[in-house]
């Protein structure tokens, strides 16, 4: 089949899942056509079978904001038409699934029928919680793709509990990304970072309100005072000075690290002993179920979706949000000697559980399927 995927290409999870069942995708032999607006960052080298289009945002002086759903409607137009493509599968309602909606409409005049997936990721699902003039866009466009898909079914409950939804919503949860091969010099970033006694924490966030890194510090601090320990923090946002902030106040610089962006989370979630994700909401937590895949523990907040993904009690610990003594108290006892190798273990099982090979086949059933029914 002929895919075009439309993604944000930023470090969000909804551009790595995007990306990564591209690539996942064009190993299968399918051709697949990446479309936005800068090269998504998951992408890596040249590969077989992928294309990358990019969406030129028009500086035009008589506009105050540049209309880039215009111009990627108009670009899958190209695309579709251009590279005669099967079908279309949009990552995020806004702005992706009405630009889909339009370019379909759009072809249809030509007499070009082309089916689209809508994948609801959830900020563009709570943020309509926030903002509700996006609410009669957001309901138009779940309701006229070809099919729509959760990656939990936490976000399929708030999607229909927020929307007047007439059609299915399938939950395809996400996977674990392919990990590269593990880094044989593991034991010497290790060495880096922490000595051999000590306990690495970790945390992978856009230091967004909603990951709550701040409570990921306090819980951080809470542990400290009982186990020697260090803490590495991935990724950067607006949270970040406070965070740096906060470090300063508890006197905890020496020992947390802020690496700030790093492409391939995998090669630093590798030598952690324990992930953290206190999120206030959280529809999937990938970078959890990353942490998982190699075989790290989580203890995380139970919001959203999850539990579906973190097992109490198997995986890590679930605790309510903002309750930083018990996470604190959790990670203590995951990191118990009698403990540990049960909980690693438990991650990776779970992990397993959601690996590509099981996953990828629902995407491709589900394609195949609209491009049977379009013919
Ligand atoms: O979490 C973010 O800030 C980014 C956001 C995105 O759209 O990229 O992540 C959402 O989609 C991910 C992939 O499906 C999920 O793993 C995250 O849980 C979800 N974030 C939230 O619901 C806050």
Redesign the pocket.
């Known amino acids: 089949m002929k895919i075009g995927i439309v993604l ?1 290409p ?1 470090f ?6 995007a990306t990564e069942l591209g690539k996942a995708l064009a190993s299968k032999g399918h051709e697949v056509h990446f479309i936005t607006y800068s090269q998504p960052v998951r992408l890596g080298s040249f590969r077989e079978n992928i294309f990358y289009h990019e969406v030129s945002i028009t500086d035009y002086p008589l506009f105050d904001f540049q209309p880039y759903e215009t111009q990627l409607a108009s670009k899958m137009v190209d695309v579709v038409k251009y590279e005669k493509l099967d079908i279309l599968h949009v990552h ?1 309602a806004i702005p992706h699934a009405s630009a889909a909606y339009m370019a379909k409409q759009i072809l249809l005049a030509e007499g070009i029928k082309i089916p689209f997936v809508t994948t609801l ?4 699902i ?1 943020l309509v919680g926030k903002d509700p003039s996006f609410e009669p866009v957001i309901t138009f466009c779940i309701n006229h793709s070809d099919a729509v898909t959760a ?1 939990s079914e936490s976000l399929k409950k708030d999607t229909l509990n927020h929307f007047k939804v007439s059609s299915n919503i399938e939950v395809i949860p ?1 996977f674990v990304p392919p990990i590269s091969p593990k880094d044989s010099s593991k034991s010497y970033i290790r060495s880096k970072y922490a000595n051999q006694d000590q306990t690495i924490l970790c945390h992978v ?2 230091f ?1 309100p ?2 709550r890194t701040e409570d990921v510090i306090r819980i951080f601090s809470i542990v400290r005072h009982q186990r020697d320990c260090k803490l590495i923090l991935v990724g950067d946002g607006p949270d970040r000075y406070a965070c740096e902030r906060l470090c300063r106040e508890l006197k905890l610089c020496d020992d947390v690290i802020f690496l700030g962006k790093v492409r391939d989370t995998a090669h630093v979630l590798e030598i952690a002993d324990v992930f953290l994700l206190p ?1 206030k ?7 959890a179920l990353e942490a998982m895949s190699l075989g790290v523990p989580v203890v995380s907040s139970n919001t ?2 999850i539990p579906e993904v973190n097992r109490h009690g198997v995986s890590g610990y679930v605790a309510k949000v903002g309750d930083i003594e018990q996470m604190a108290n959790y990670v203590l006892e995951i990191i118990e000697p009698k403990n540990i190798l049960g909980f690693k273990q438990g991650a990776m099982e779970t992990a397993n559980k959601f690996s590509l090979e099981k996953v990828l086949p629902h995407y491709e059933n589900l394609y195949i399927k609209l491009v049977q029914k379009n013919k």
Do not use: P, Q
């Open positions: 944000y930023t969000g999870g909804s551009g790595v899942v995020y990721h959830g900020t563009d709570t990656v996400n966030s856009n967004r909603v990951k999120s909401t959280e529809s999937f937590g990938l970078a959203g979706g």
